[in-house]
């Protein structure tokens, strides 16, 4: 489970809309608790994708560097990453299993037409084989 207030869940959401129709992506900054993940913040981040911004990204080295920096100086973690997917469900593909790590959280926002409709979480299984689908747990404040 993921427990994130609902108003960065509208951030995740304009993020989204706004880089539309190339995809969007950030990192879920909070903490691990026993019942799963505790987002406090998002940071976001350029994607740095040359070509086929619409249906990819890509995090440079030094923006996760910084982002773990800024999580370690908070007293928090990394404990995933967001990202649009322009014109298609909010489903990882074969792409986003190939580059994910297991444990950490995978939001996924489709956006149609400009607008955010859906949103969801993934965790990617220990072994690799597939993504789970992840609770998401909305609070009005965290």
């Avoid at 129709?21 to 950030?26: A, R, S, V």
């Avoid at 990819?56 to 910084?66: T, V, W």
């Avoid at 370690?72 to 967001?82: A, H, L, Q, S």
Wanted: proline share 4%; hydrophobic share 35%; charged share 30%.
């Amino acid at each position: 489970m993921i427990e994130i207030s609902n108003e960065i869940i509208q951030n995740i959401k304009f993020h989204a809309e706004e880089t539309y129709p190339e995809e969007c992506c950030g990192v879920l900054i909070g903490k691990f608790d026993v019942a799963g993940k505790i987002v406090f913040e998002i940071l976001r981040v350029e994607n740095s994708r040359e070509d086929e911004k619409h249906r990819r990204y890509l995090i440079k080295p030094q923006d996760y560097l910084n982002a773990e920096r800024y999580a370690r100086k908070m007293g928090y973690d990394i404990v995933g990453f967001y990202h649009s997917h322009p014109e298609h469900p909010a489903i990882p593909s074969e792409y986003d299993r190939e580059h994910a790590f297991p444990f950490l959280s995978y939001i996924i926002v489709s956006v149609k037409k400009g607008n955010a409709v859906e949103i969801n979480s993934w965790v990617l299984k220990e072994d690799r084989s597939e993504f789970e689908l992840e609770k998401i747990e909305i609070k009005n404040k965290i």
